[in-house]
């Protein structure tokens, strides 16, 4: 079954919250939920299938699952996914819920996520593999890995192996900081940067800086998803799912491959089959950027540059506006938020970028997006085409 084209996204909603003190997750989802159906031109009973990842306490997400969010709602819906990858995870939802629709499965899907980890308790037990005792962390526990620790790791290799300099890596920050400057709700907007602020910055885990790493904000957001003939009769512009692809790989550290692949260099070709597409219909992407480390390595496995390219791609300006892939554009997680999870709200982003509705700098008569996140180190991801 083609189902390239056969579901579209009609409600793109993101939370405006950075701080949500005393306001629960659940709250902010359903805030988030109403919102893109109201922009559908949808209601609550109008939803019969329902896409939440299992919530991390850690993050500020409660626990979540997705029979909750519907209790939470008051709706029963006959089709649901709770997958749980980490940050892509909703991305992979959508690619899911686009197969469910072309199936006659469900016909209205919302996918949501919010957290609050700027507030949330974090004296609760962790279910993290870097720190339990047992289990496949047990042989990395010695070493005392951290999650920043571990993408330092892939920075420090990339350099060893590709000559990448401190100066490339923090361009990354530098231009998704000017990116979201056009954002009113961005984190970090008002607050331009240059390389030597970056590198002046404090060491957190060599070589990346502090400002070589994500903000923490609360935050959330949902989309609604049906098929492209109800689309037609919704209120917005409706953006199709051209293609799909996912990927899993390890999730130790120490299973690293050497020369750095990652899940990408399988999802995106995935993805540009089914769409039919190539990397030059491109207009502008929206790519995971937990730390600067994060979007490069996605640059070269989605094969934007050569392996090894990806610092100089940076530093020649292609993630600009006016670029040959313009990226990130309200900021993204280095700049605006990031709740813990950003992959839905990078799928938000390249949803607004198609309809010409900002908030941040905007791509002009903007067509085709890539949106791609990953969970854990690198450990799974999920590549999305859209177009209109």
């Not at 709770?82 to 892509?88: E, I, L, R, W």
Request: proline residues 6%; contains cysteine; negative net charge.
């Amino acid at each position: 079954m083609n189902i390239s084209g056969r579901a579209a996204i009609v409600g793109a909603y993101e939370s405006p919250r950075r701080d949500a003190q005393g306001v629960h997750p659940f709250a902010i989802q359903v805030e988030c939920i109403h919102a893109a159906l109201t922009q559908a031109g949808l209601a609550l009973n109008d939803v019969d299938g329902l896409c939440v990842a299992s919530g991390d306490w850690a993050e500020g997400g409660g626990v979540n699952s997705v029979t909750e969010m519907a209790e939470y709602l008051g709706i029963e819906p006959r089709w649901f996914d709770s997958t749980d990858v980490g940050g892509c995870s909703y991305l992979v939802h959508a690619a899911h819920a686009a197969t469910a629709i072309a199936a006659g499965l469900v016909d209205v899907v919302v996918i949501s996520y919010a957290a609050s980890p700027r507030w949330w308790p974090l004296n609760t037990p962790s279910f993290d593999p870097f720190v339990l005792p047992a289990g496949p962390g047990q042989f990395e526990l010695p070493f005392a890995p951290t999650l920043i620790s571990t993408y330092a790791m892939f920075a420090q290799r990339h350099m060893h192996l590709y000559g990448t300099t401190p100066e490339q890596l923090a361009e990354v920050a530098v231009t998704f900081r000017q990116h979201a400057a056009g954002n009113p709700d961005a984190f970090l907007g008002r607050k331009p940067i240059t390389v030597d602020d970056v590198l002046s910055s404090s060491m957190i885990a060599s070589p990346l800086h502090r400002l070589d790493c994500c903000v923490v904000t609360d935050g959330g957001g949902a989309i609604v998803m049906t098929s492209r003939e109800r689309a037609q009769d919704c209120r917005q512009k409706p953006v199709y799912l051209g293609g799909f692809g996912m990927a899993t790989q390890r999730t130790q550290i120490s299973q690293m491959p050497r020369d750095l692949i990652t899940p990408a260099a399988r999802t995106g070709p995935r993805a540009f089959e089914m769409a039919g597409l190539t990397h030059a219909d491109v207009d502008v992407a929206q790519l995971y950027d937990a730390f600067t480390i994060t979007p490069m390595l996605a640059l070269e496995d989605l094969g934007f540059c050569p392996r090894g390219e990806s610092g100089r791609f940076v530093a020649d300006g292609h993630l600009k506006i006016g670029g040959s892939l313009p990226c990130n554009t309200d900021g993204g997680g280095l700049a605006s938020n990031h709740p813990g999870k950003r992959g839905l709200l990078a799928l938000i982003e390249g949803v607004r970028q198609l309809r010409n509705e900002g908030p941040g700098v905007q791509v002009e008569d903007a067509e085709v997006a890539l949106v791609h996140g990953l969970g854990g180190t690198f450990c799974a991801a999920a590549t999305l085409i859209l177009t209109v």
